[in-house]
């Protein structure tokens, strides 16, 4: 069965301080998505990234970095220079190759930036 | 602005009441999800329909929730009789891929309806 693990339930960083939110992920499948998505006050979720099992290249946008470790099972993601408009609660997210699966969530980490 | 449109944005209700919600997809979006979130938890799959078909509501407690989608388009998730239990955001979700491709590929989320029982 699948299963997301987001340990850290709460984050306050101070403004332009980076930080990393951890994501261990559990399937049996070769074949998967990972995904986090980002949800503020208003309770839409943004969609971030998605990455395939097969991708390890880690991946950069703007102040986003994404690190994908098979060998841990872990896709942490880095907020590098955060600011207040950072905070929001953020999902990551597993959707497995076999059965036509929908996505499985973590419980999310609460992000705030203090000015 | 979400692109996905869902109403109502909040509802309070006694318990037993009936309460409906509703969901407009994207356009062309032939995947169409219902989530449910309990405070401080992340969502959970209620529904999967694909265009009017249900292809998965293992998750869907159906002795007091329902869902449809008869054209294939725009969908309403119901529950008759409310419970204290049911309080959380529900969100719909589309995604235009299909088959595999409609659960690898982004999920559009509705800005949610957030249900208060009383």
């Known amino acids: 069965a699948q299963k997301v693990t987001q340990a850290q339930t709460e984050i306050s960083v101070v403004e332009k301080e980076d930080v990393t939110l951890d994501c261990v992920y559990e399937?049996?499948?070769?074949?998967?998505?990972l995904f986090w998505y980002k949800q503020p006050p208003s309770g839409e979720l943004v969609f971030l990234i998605r990455r395939n099992s097969f991708d390890e290249q880690n991946e950069i946008s703007g102040r986003y970095s994404w690190n994908f470790q098979k060998s841990t099972s872990s896709f942490n993601f880095t907020i590098t220079a955060s600011q207040v408009v950072d905070s929001a609660v953020y999902f990551c997210?597993?959707?497995?190759?076999?059965?036509?699966?929908?996505?499985?969530f973590g419980k999310g980490t609460r992000l705030s930036v203090i000015a | 602005e979400a692109e996905v449109a869902q109403s109502p944005r909040y509802k309070i209700t006694e318990k037993s009441q009936a309460v409906a919600f509703w969901c407009d997809p994207i356009?062309?979006?032939?995947?169409l999800y219902w989530y449910r979130q309990i405070l401080g938890q992340g969502p959970e799959l209620l529904v999967q329909?694909?265009?009017?078909?249900?292809?998965?509501d293992s998750q869907l407690p159906k002795d007091r929730f329902s869902a449809e989608r008869l054209k294939g388009v725009d969908s309403t998730l119901k529950i008759q009789p409310a419970e204290l239990g049911d309080s959380a955001m529900y969100l719909c979700a589309s995604t235009g891929g299909t088959g595999l491709a409609g659960v690898t590929g982004e999920l559009f989320f509705g800005e949610g309806s957030r249900l208060t029982v009383l």
């Open positions: 356009s062309g979006h032939a995947t």
């Open positions: 997210a597993l959707s497995e190759h076999s059965g036509n699966t929908p996505l499985v």
């Open positions: 329909f694909q265009d009017e078909s249900v292809v998965d």
């Open positions: 399937t049996r499948d070769t074949t998967y998505y």
